[in-house]
């Protein structure tokens, strides 16, 4: 189960430890052999260098995102473009949930929840 930080809670000294589930490994994996055929080698790295640095910022800033209780108790989602990145606070560790395109529907990519 989520724990809920608010801002005062969450230490500004501290990082949070990062976790990447099965299914958001597999987005990762997708994205990235996607973007190889429609884009090529350069522009796909580039665009997971984007989405690397945007889990850098949530180690150090784990509220930066917006809180989105639509998609789940405890879930967040930041934007890299075109890319959500849905995560959530667990026990001190960022866990990325999932990373889809921003066109789908995040509620239907969640059912399959760990």
Same mark, same amino acid.
């Given at each position: 189960?989520?724990?809920?930080?608010? $801002?005062?809670?969450?230490?500004?000294?501290?990082?949070?430890?990062?976790?990447?589930?099965?299914?958001?490994?597999?987005?990762?994996?997708?994205? $990235?052999?996607?973007?190889?055929? $429609?884009?090529?080698?350069?522009?796909?790295?580039?665009?997971?260098?984007?989405?690397?640095?945007?889990?850098?910022?949530?180690?150090?800033?784990?509220?930066?995102?917006?809180?989105?209780?639509?998609?789940?108790?405890?879930?967040?989602?930041?934007?890299?473009?075109?890319?959500?990145?849905?995560? $959530?606070?667990?026990?001190?560790?960022?866990?990325?949930?999932?990373?889809?395109?921003?066109?789908? &529907?995040?509620?239907? &990519?969640?059912? &399959? &929840?760990?």
């Amino acid at each position: 189960m989520p724990v809920t930080f608010s $801002r005062r809670s969450w230490p500004a000294s501290r990082v949070a430890r990062l976790r990447i589930s099965r299914l958001a490994g597999g987005d990762l994996d997708e994205i $990235r052999v996607v973007g190889e055929e $429609r884009f090529g080698p350069a522009a796909t790295l580039r665009h997971l260098g984007s989405l690397g640095r945007a889990f850098d910022l949530l180690r150090d800033q784990p509220l930066a995102g917006q809180a989105r209780p639509e998609y789940g108790e405890g879930i967040r989602s930041i934007t890299r473009r075109p890319h959500r990145i849905l995560y $959530r606070l667990v026990h001190g560790e960022v866990e990325i949930v999932r990373v889809i395109h921003a066109a789908r &529907d995040a509620r239907l &990519d969640l059912t &399959d &929840d760990e």
